[in-house]
């Protein structure tokens, strides 16, 4: 099992927005390529004035498009559907699905075969003699009475039409051809026709007269310039190869090359559930809208995939999700994923739903003292044996020091969140800090409108070798300092091995029976 604690704040863009979002991340190994992933967004704002959060990706990921070029979604019924197809961009939100109309999962894989009513690569549309294009065109285009439009077709002209093409192979790399082509059978002329730059994948150039006679081309730069000439890459065949293959004047059917197979394509599925708790009349409170899947191709070597999570999130309350991650075979994932969409979760969590440990913040005394002397103050954090706050559970030990203040394990009302803040290797008194302001290193801002520059050190601004660290100790009172007094703040450092028992320290404990004697006495 692996869990950990990040802070949603952006990394390394200045911005003038502070953030009160702590994401909560575990990892579990299931076995047979299963694991668990849960999530938990806590909003630790200010219960009076802290932002409401209405929009999650829970989580944001995705997948190396080199690696899984093919997004498979799910249906209703469970079944894995057509693969996406060309893939559409990220941000275009062609096709953005519920998940309650889905089957649960999302998959990604290796190459797969193209949809058969697919191959084929859509064709543009133009009038003869003119410098209309219509792309994209649809067959009802072509068919009203008043059309003026004609379907393009690429038509080799003549013998050896190809010859290599060096300023588009200068400019782009590769290898490139121009090739002269028939202007078309309703006369007038064909216009510039822009070709699909790297076509969502290789095309094959196949000869309407020989199917055995075909090229593979990797970017058409145009359909048509205008000129009478095409301007394509075959990195495979060189002109006269091209001009061989082709010696008839061959009209050209294009169509996407498909070296996908479904018998070894291997696949990481997503398994995100069908979003049961939406239906559910008691999370009306916090569910905004369905959550929906959101995916599309990157302009980079990535598919982007998340699920948004459109809820409403107080602060004070912390968001979660279980979903799962599945390695398999691609002809298996079907069967497996369906086995662990019932297993997902997600659900809204107030202040009061569960018992955490007691938590308690010491420290060795002579604050002031030691602050003078360039030192800072070690302090340390011990933990209840066991969850709960009564008897024998609410039990805390430390080895040495004095008790300053107590908390939780967890957050409630009324309660934030304290980090222990380290700025470099440099002066300890300006560069470590204990409290809840997760900004109490950072660069200060001469107005609120200035940037927050979270990522770097005060002091240290224009060093990139110098990055503050958070680690999360516990949640203690909102109210002034937590009762913690002298022990937080700048030139405060956390010991992790402060409350350890050592050969010549004294053993102290702090239970709630020996708090309440000394109530009494007072």
């Known amino acids: 099992e692996c869990r950990f604690l990040s802070w949603g704040t952006q990394a390394h863009v200045p911005t003038s927005y502070e953030s009160d979002l702590l994401y909560l991340h575990r990892y579990r190994d299931c076995g047979d390529g299963v694991l668990e992933y849960t999530q938990g967004f806590q909003n630790v704002g200010d219960a009076n004035a802290g932002d409401v959060l209405t929009y999650l990706n829970a989580p944001w990921g995705g997948v190396r498009t080199s690696s899984l070029p093919e997004t498979v979604l799910s249906g209703s019924d469970g079944r894995m559907t057509e693969k996406e197809f060309p893939l559409h961009k990220f ?132 359909l048509s310039f205008g000129n009478g000439r095409a301007y394509f890459s075959s990195p495979g065949a060189t002109a006269a190869e091209i001009n061989a293959k082709f010696p008839n004047s061959d009209p050209l059917i294009i169509a996407y ?129 066991e969850r709960g706050g009564n008897g024998e559970n609410s039990t805390v030990t430390c080895a040495r020091g004095i008790k300053k203040c107590t908390g939780s394990s967890v957050h409630g ?48 601004e224009d060093d990139p070798t110098v990055r503050p660290t958070w680690k999360l100790l516990g949640y203690f009172s909102s109210d002034g300092d937590g009762g913690c007094g002298g022990a937080i703040g700048i030139g405060v450092q956390y010991d992790p091995t402060f409350c350890d028992p050592g050969e010549n320290d004294k053993d102290v404990s702090s239970t709630v029976e020996e708090e309440e004697e000394e109530e009494e006495e007072e």
Request: aromatic share 12%.
């Open 91 to 222: 941000g275009v939100d062609t096709k953005l699905p519920d998940l309650n109309q889905m089957g649960g999962y999302t998959t990604f894989s290796t190459p797969l075969p193209i949809p058969p009513d697919e191959k084929l690569l859509p064709l543009p549309c133009y009038i003869p003699g003119t410098s209309s294009v219509k792309n994209p065109c649809a067959d009802s285009d072509l068919q009203d009475s008043w059309s003026r439009y004609t379907r393009f077709q690429l038509k080799l002209s003549g013998r050896n039409p190809c010859n290599y093409f060096a300023p588009h192979s200068d400019r782009f790399g590769g290898y490139y051809v121009t090739c002269r082509i028939q202007q078309g059978d309703a006369g007038g002329g064909i216009p510039r026709i822009d070709g699909c730059r790297r076509c969502k994948g290789p095309l094959r150039f196949t000869s309407a007269l020989n199917s055995d006679s075909f090229i593979i081309v990797t970017d058409v730069v145009h």
């Open 413 to 460: 009302p009324g309660t934030v969140p304290f980090f222990h803040i380290t700025c470099g290797g440099g002066d300890v008194s300006s560069s470590s800090y204990v409290g809840p302001d997760l900004y109490a290193l950072s660069p200060a801002r001469a107005s609120v409108s200035d940037p927050i520059r979270s990522y770097a050190c005060a002091g240290n």
């Open 257 to 385: 090359d498909d070296p996908g197979r479904t018998d070894d394509a291997t696949a990481l599925t997503y398994v995100h559930g069908v979003d049961e708790e939406y239906n559910d009349p008691a999370n009306s409170d916090w569910f905004r809208s369905p959550t929906r899947a959101r995916f599309g191709a990157a302009g980079r070597d990535f598919t982007v995939f998340t699920v948004n999570a459109r809820i409403t999130l107080k602060p004070g309350r912390t968001y979660f999700n279980r979903q799962y991650l599945i390695t398999d075979r691609y002809a298996d994932m079907e069967g497996h994923a369906n086995e662990w969409v019932d297993e997902t979760s997600a659900d809204m969590i107030r202040g009061n739903d569960y018992d955490g440990r007691k938590v308690e913040l010491w420290w060795g005394g002579g604050v002031e003292e030691e602050k003078k002397g360039g030192e800072a103050v070690a302090v340390g954090v011990a933990f209840a044996s």
